[in-house]
C-alpha cells in the first residue's frame, strides 16, 4: 500500500488552493479527481469573478484554473491522479481509489476533502423528461463541450447561478424566455440581474413551475404565481413554449465520503445540507480528516480558494511540515476569509458557521 | 423594484448621474451598483482614485465624479458589467455612452444598432462611433454609442441585428 503525506480529494479551486499551500508548506501531496481536468466548477465559469484582487477578482473562472493548475504542475511536491474517484474512506484510514479500472489502496497520514457540491432538484410532474436539466449540466454541455442544449430556455431559480447560465446561454445565442424565482426577492446578485433584465429577460420573482409537457421530450412547461403563503395563485398560470428547462434552485454539499470516515455531521440549512463540524483550522471530528470549499458549507470560489489554504497550511502543520512564513500567511488567509464574508450576502454564512463550528479541544 | 425585477429605479438612476455642471465638463462614469456585495475591482482599477478605495470590500462604490476623467478602465474590469463612461459634451444633440458589451458579433464602427432601455425595450436607433477590443479589456469589449440626448437617463444597452 502506498504511503502518502497529505492526500486532497478535489481538483476544484479549494483542492487546488491546499494543494499548492500543503506542498509549500514541505509536505508531499496527492490531489486526486474524478474528472480528466483540474479546476472544478471554475473551468464553466467564463464570466469575471467578484471577491477582490487576492481572489482573481475581475479575472474569468477559466483563467483563474490556469493560474492555479500552472503552480501545480511546477511544483515537485504534488502528484496529480487525473481520472481517479476515491471511493471510500475506512476507519483505519485507509483509502480506496478508482483509476483507468485500477483498484487503489493509500494510507494518507492527513486527508483534505474538497469534493465540492451537487446541484438540488425541484419536485413537478414530468420533471424527469428529456429536456430538464440541471444548470451544472447546461454549463457542461455549453462551455466544455461545446453544445448548445436547446434553442428557448426557461430558467428556474434566479441566484447567482441561474443569472449567470442565463447570461452564458444568451452569449451562446440560445434563447432565454424567462428566469422564476419563488421567493419574492432576487437571489443573486443585482448587478447580474440588471444585466440580463436589459437585453429584455424577464425576472419573475414568486412564480413556480407548475408541470412539464411534451411528447418525447420537453415541449412547454406551465408556471404559476405564488402569493405570501407560497401558494399557488389560481388562474395566474402562464404557459411557456421552451425546448429546455434549466433547475437551478441551490447546491448541497457532497459529503458521503465524510460520512463515512465517521466526522461528526449536523444539518445546516444555511450550508445547504449535511455539513462537518470542523475547527477553525478546517479539521473534522475525525483527526485525520480537514476539509475545504464547498463540501464544508455552499459559498463561492473565493472563500473556497482561501479555504484551501488554510486546510493545506493547517494540516501541513500538523504532522511537522510548517510553512517558512506560517503566521503571517495563516493571519493573511483568515483575514481575507473574514472580510469576504462581512457583507449581508455573508449573512447566512456567518449565521452556518456558528452552528457548525467547533472548539479544537473536542476533536 | 430592483429586488424583484432587476430594474432599478429612477431615483436610484438619478442617485448614480453627477451634476449637469459635471456633464458638461466631458466624459465622466456613472456607477450603478445598489447593493453591498464583496467585490472590489472598480476601486482597485481606478489609477485616480476616484472610485474611493474600500475600506471593506462589501462596500458600495463611491466615486467622485469631480475626480473621474472619464478614461474607462473601470467599464471593462467591473464585473457586474455596472459602469459605463458618458460624455455630455459630444454635440449639440448627441451624447457618447461607452458600454461593456460581451456578445457576438460585435457592432462594426459606423453601424446603427437597437437602443434598449434598463429593461431591454426598444428606445431608437443609435450609432456606433468606436469598438474597442484590446487585450487589456480582457474579453469584455467597449463599444462607444451616439445616443439622442433626450434617452441621457433611459439608454443602457444595445441589440446587435446583423
Ligand atoms: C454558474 C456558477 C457561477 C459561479 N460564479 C462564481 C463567481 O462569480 N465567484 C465565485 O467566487 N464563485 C462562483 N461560483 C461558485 C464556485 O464555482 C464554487 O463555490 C467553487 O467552485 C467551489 O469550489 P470547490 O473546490 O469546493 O468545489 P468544486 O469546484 O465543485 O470542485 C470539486 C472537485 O472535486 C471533484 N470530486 C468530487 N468528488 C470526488 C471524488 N470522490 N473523487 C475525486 N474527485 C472528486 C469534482 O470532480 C470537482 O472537480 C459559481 C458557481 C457556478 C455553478
Ligand atoms: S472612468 Fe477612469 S477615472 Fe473615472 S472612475 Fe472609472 S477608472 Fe476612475
Ligand atoms: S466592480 Fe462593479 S459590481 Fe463590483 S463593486 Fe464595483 S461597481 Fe459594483
Known amino acids: 500500500m502506498k504511503h502518502i503525506e497529505i492526500l486532497i480529494v478535489g481538483g476544484g479551486p479549494a483542492g487546488l488552493c491546499a494543494a499548492i499551500s500543503a506542498a509549500q508548506s514541505g509536505a508531499k501531496v496527492m490531489l486526486v479527481e474524478r474528472h480528466d481536468h483540474l479546476g472544478g466548477q471554475l473551468i464553466k465559469q467564463t464570466h469575471m469573478f467578484f471577491g477582490s484582487e487576492k481572489q482573481y477578482a475581475g479575472t474569468r473562472g477559466i483563467d483563474i484554473s490556469t493560474i492555479l493548475t500552472d503552480e501545480i504542475a511546477n511544483s515537485e511536491n504534488i502528484e496529480v491522479l487525473n481520472n481517479a474517484t476515491v471511493l471510500a474512506i475506512y476507519e483505519d484510514g485507509v483509502i480506496t481509489l478508482e483509476q483507468n479500472h485500477k483498484y487503489i489502496k493509500v494510507k494518507p497520514e492527513r486527508v483534505i476533502i474538497a469534493t465540492g457540491a451537487s446541484e438540488k432538484s425541484l419536485a413537478f410532474p414530468n420533471n424527469d423528461m428529456p429536456g430538464i436539466y440541471g444548470a451544472g449540466a447546461v454549463q457542461t454541455l455549453m462551455n466544455i463541450h461545446g453544445v448548445k442544449p436547446g434553442h428557448n430556455v426557461l430558467m428556474v431559480g434566479a441566484g447567482n447561478i441561474g443569472l449567470i447560465v442565463s447570461y452564458q446561454l444568451m452569449q451562446a445565442g440560445v434563447n432565454v424566455k424567462a428566469i422564476l424565482d419563488a421567493s419574492p426577492k432576487i437571489g443573486g446578485y443585482l448587478v447580474h440581474a440588471s444585466k440580463i433584465r436589459r437585453m429584455g429577460i424577464p425576472i419573475l420573482t414568486r412564480h413556480t413551475v407548475l408541470k412539464a409537457d411534451g411528447k418525447d421530450s420537453l415541449e412547454h412547461a406551465t408556471v404559476v404565481e405564488l402569493d405570501e403563503r407560497w401558494q399557488p395563485i389560481p388562474g395566474s398560470e402562464k404557459e411557456f413554449d421552451v425546448d429546455v428547462m434549466c433547475v437551478s434552485v441551490g447546491l448541497s454539499p457532497l459529503s458521503e465520503l465524510l460520512f463515512q470516515a465517521g466526522c461528526e455531521m449536523k444539518m445546516v440549512r444555511e450550508f445547504g445540507g449535511y455539513v462537518p463540524l470542523r475547527t477553525e483550522h478546517l479539521r473534522t471530528t475525525n483527526p485525520q480528516i480537514y476539509i475545504a470549499g464547498d463540501v464544508g458549507g455552499i459559498e463561492e470560489a473565493s472563500s473556497a480558494m482561501v479555504e484551501g489554504h488554510l486546510a493545506g497550511l493547517a494540516a501541513a502543520k500538523s504532522i511537522g511540515y510548517e510553512h517558512p512564513e506560517f503566521e503571517r500567511v495563516y493571519v493573511d488567509y483568515n483575514e481575507q476569509l473574514e472580510a469576504l464574508r462581512a457583507g449581508h450576502a455573508g449573512d447566512h454564512i456567518r449565521a452556518g458557521m456558528s452552528k457548525a463550528l467547533i472548539k479544537e479541544a473536542s476533536c | ?162
Open chain 2, 1 to 162: 423594484m430592483l429586488e424583484t425585477t432587476g430594474i432599478p429605479s429612477l431615483e436610484q438612476v438619478n442617485s448614480s448621474f453627477p451634476s449637469m455642471e459635471r456633464l458638461m465638463q466631458g466624459p465622466v462614469a456613472i456607477v450603478e451598483c445598489f447593493q453591498r456585495i464583496p467585490c472590489n475591482p472598480c476601486a482597485t482599477s481606478c489609477k485616480r482614485g476616484a472610485i474611493v478605495p474600500f475600506e471593506d470590500i462589501n462596500d458600495l462604490p463611491n466615486i467622485k465624479h469631480e475626480t473621474c476623467n472619464g478614461c474607462s478602465l473601470c467599464v471593462f474590469n467591473c464585473p457586474g458589467l455596472a459602469i459605463m463612461v458618458i460624455d455630455y459634451t459630444y454635440s449639440e444633440t448627441e451624447v457618447t455612452f461607452k458600454i461593456p458589451y460581451e456578445f457576438i458579433p460585435l457592432p462594426s464602427e459606423g453601424d446603427f444598432v437597437q437602443g434598449l432601455d434598463r429593461e431591454g425595450q426598444y428606445l431608437c436607433d443609435v450609432k456606433v462611433l468606436k469598438v474597442q477590443n484590446t487585450k487589456a479589456m480582457d474579453r469584455t469589449p467597449v463599444i462607444t454609442l451616439a445616443v439622442d440626448k433626450a434617452y441621457l437617463k433611459t439608454f443602457r444597452n444595445i441589440k446587435v441585428v446583423k
